[in-house]
C-alpha cells in the first residue's frame, strides 16, 4: 500500500498528501431528474450536486434528507442507492485533505418550492444562489465543481432506471 494519495479541489488543482493526514468523511448526494432536467446547486463559478456531509449519529437516508432541504428548500423522500465511490480532495490549497466515503440517491417524491433559505453558514462560503433544474442534455457541459464528473453520475441513473 502506498503512504500518499492523489487529492484534488474544487478547482482541479492536484495535492500529494499523505495518508496519515487523511480525515474521513462520509457524504451523500441526490440524483434529482425530473422532466429531463437535473437539480444543481450553484457553488463558486459552476455547479454541484445537492448533498454533503453525513453526521455522526445520522442515517444516510436522513442526511439526504436534511442536506436536499438545506440546499433546496425542497422535501424529498429518498429512492435508491445508485452509485458510491471514495474520493480524495481538499477544498483549497490550505484544507485538511479528506478521504470522502460518497453516496449517489434518487428521489421517490420531490415537494415544495426552491429557495436557499436553509444554507449554513458553512454552505455561504461558497453559494448564495437558488439550486437550478438544469437541462440534462446540457449537464455535462457545465462547470461541475464535484469529485465525481456529471457523465458518471448520469450513467449510474440510466442504469437505475
Sequence with gaps: MTS???????FGNEYEVNISDLEQRIGVYAIIIK??????TRQWDGYSL???????GE??????????KEETGLDVTPG????HTVTYFKKDEAS????????YFTQESVEGEISNDGITRSENGYTNDVAEWIDVKDATDIELRHSVDMKTVLKAFEKSL
Design 4 to 10: 500518499t494519495v492523489l487529492c484534488k479541489d474544487v
Design 35 to 40: 422532466e429531463g432536467k437535473i437539480l444543481l
Design 50 to 56: 445537492v448533498g454533503g456531509g453525513v453526521d455522526k
Design 59 to 68: 442515517s444516510l437516508e436522513d442526511a439526504f434528507i436534511r442536506e436536499v
Design 80 to 83: 435508491k442507492l445508485i452509485y
Design 96 to 103: 485538511k485533505p479528506k478521504q470522502s466515503f460518497q453516496f
